[in-house]
């Protein structure tokens, strides 16, 4: 089986094929093209010039993406939106979309309702649902919005509601895209509600993504079966992503960590992904990125979907460095994709790490103008690189023990061979396109965050709902039934409640199936 892995970069598109042991036939980097495709393309045709493989050989495309990101951030090619809250009498308080910043709210044009149901975090109805109520909904979203988000009150506890709200508008509003919130988010409504409406307003932006992918591929003659990177570092099914797109965000950082565990097969380690723009720093537990226990801002949004625990810096390859009075300020702003056009030593303007790294003697590249740079005091700044980089190891660990760390990127040139909080320092054989191995490799995932009272089952049987829910999520997104495996189970007693409470949070993982 030969796979193709692509992840578009803010910098550059990298690729890589796969043979059926996992192993680099080639890889290829080209910059990252304003209408992203074109990036694409050109990435594909490097890679099947450097082959010479049969395209008919290749089974499986991987796309790792930020176009859910960019759509967010930029407010570009969003969907209107049509929001239901379950939660009546109660829950109107704090109303849907408060906090969000106004320019996306502006973009979305929602049309928001709240309407009768919700539950207890027993499992109690609050109230049940009132079908005139959605009747009257329908027609107020009848021609006024491309795709629905719907979330109710303890939901991640019980979602018949949500499940039979879903159904009526699939009758009443043939053809529109729903979303609901026990699918996306975990406990807390006003968050899980927030996840859930970026994800409904992302429809539009996955369509033109996957069929753009898919078109791509038929162009140069692959006929395979296409998956899109989650933010787990794992693999989804593109009809799989058409109704979870708020999960390609952050695939990237993720995509990287799950290559440097492949590459450099260190199961637990820091992963440093160091592009051209940002470094991304990340943390391998057995073998997986670590995710987050805490909310996320997604483009101003506090959410709580699952996310990996990455902290950015703004320091890349194409990070500018100017003098700023006495000193010198290094970023955040980067030249980009236009690294080899406007860096010193391209014979640019502009003075950029790259420059600095070439200068103090760390990073060599061919063909290149270094008496550009003479002058420059190169190895005064290059130790503030390194410095900011072994802060941000630093802030990641969760004791004093050094860690390997495992360079992977284009940029990981930039840094030396030792690290401060380091036990050794890793620089992998095709560490700079380890985002797009991460996205080749990738295997399927199925996720289940839950509330079970311990009054209505044991601790086991709540402990094995969830894991048999965790492997059916896995096997809906593609993977194979006889080789799935838990990867990570953890139960919290929720305190806060009355009653027996526990938080299951399950993650079963598994090769695809073909």
């Known amino acids: 089986m030969i796979r193709l892995g692509i992840d578009v970069g803010g910098t550059n598109t990298d690729g890589v094929i796969l043979n059926e042991k996992n192993q680099v036939l080639c890889s290829a980097k080209t910059p990252t093209t304003d209408d992203v495709f074109t990036g694409i393309e ?14 008919e050989d290749i089974q499986v495309a991987t796309l790792g993406t930020t176009h859910c990101t960019n759509a967010i951030v930029e407010r570009k090619a969003l969907n209107k939106i049509g929001i239901i809250r379950l939660s009546l009498p109660s829950g109107s308080t704090v109303p849907p979309l408060l906090g969000w910043p106004e320019d996306l709210i502006e973009k979305l044009e929602a049309v928001t309702l709240l309407v009768h149901g ?93 069929n753009g992918f898919e078109r791509a591929l038929q162009d140069k003659g692959i006929d395979a079966r296409i998956f899109l990177g989650q933010n787990d570092g794992t693999l989804m099914t593109h009809q799989f992503a058409q109704k979870y797109p708020i999960f390609t965000i952050a695939c990237g950082p993720t995509n990287s960590i799950r290559g440097a565990a492949h590459l450099s097969q260190e199961p637990n380690a820091i992963v440093v992904d160091i592009g051209g723009t940002t470094t991304d720093i990340g943390v391998l537990s057995n073998s997986f990125p670590r995710q987050t226990s805490l909310a996320v801002e997604v483009g101003g949004v506090r959410t709580n979907y699952r996310m990996p625990d990455i902290y950015s810096i703004g320091f890349g390859g194409g990070t500018r460095v100017y003098l700023n009075g006495d000193s010198w300020k290094i970023g955040p702003e980067s030249v980009g994709y236009q690294l080899t056009e406007k860096a010193i030593v391209f014979g640019g303007n502009d003075l950029t790490a790259t420059d600095v790294a070439i200068g103090a003697g760390v990073m060599n590249i061919d063909n290149i103008d270094s008496s550009r740079i003479e002058g420059i005091p190169t190895e005064k700044i290059y130790p503030d690189f390194v410095e900011m980089v072994e802060k941000a190891v630093d802030r990641m660990k969760t004791s004093a023990e050094n860690l390997p760390v495992v360079l992977v990127g284009g940029g990981a040139a930039l840094m030396p061979k030792e690290l401060k909080g380091a036990s050794r320092v890793i620089r992998p054989e095709h560490a700079g ?32 709902e969830a894991k048999t829910e965790a492997i059916e999520a896995a096997i809906e997104a593609g993977a194979d039934l006889e080789k799935i495996d838990i990867i990570q189970l953890e139960d919290f007693p929720l305190a806060y409640m009355p009653g027996n409470a526990i938080l299951v949070r399950v993650k079963a993982a598994g090769p695809l199936k073909l």
């Open 42 to 55: 050109n990435t594909i045709d490097a890679l099947l010039s450097q082959s010479h493989i049969n395209v």
């Open 118 to 210: 919700g539950y207890e975090y027993n499992g109690e109805p609050i109230a049940q649902l009132d079908f005139a109520e959605l009747k009257q909904a329908a027609e107020q979203f009848r021609g006024r919005v491309d795709s629905i988000a719907i979330s109710g009150v303890f939901s991640p506890v019980l979602n018949e509601q949500e499940k039979a709200v879903a159904a009526f508008f699939e009758k009443e509003l043939p053809g529109i895209p729903l979303s609901l919130s026990s699918e996306i988010g975990s406990i807390g409504l006003i968050e899980r509600e927030n996840a859930t409406i970026l994800n409904a307003a992302l429809m539009n932006t996955i369509n033109h993504v996957s």
């Open 433 to 464: 396109v380890a985002n797009a191995i991460g996205a080749a490799l990738g295997d399927i995932s199925g996720n289940v965050e839950k509330i079970y009272s311990l009054d209505l089952l044991t601790y086991q049987e709540a402990i094995e």
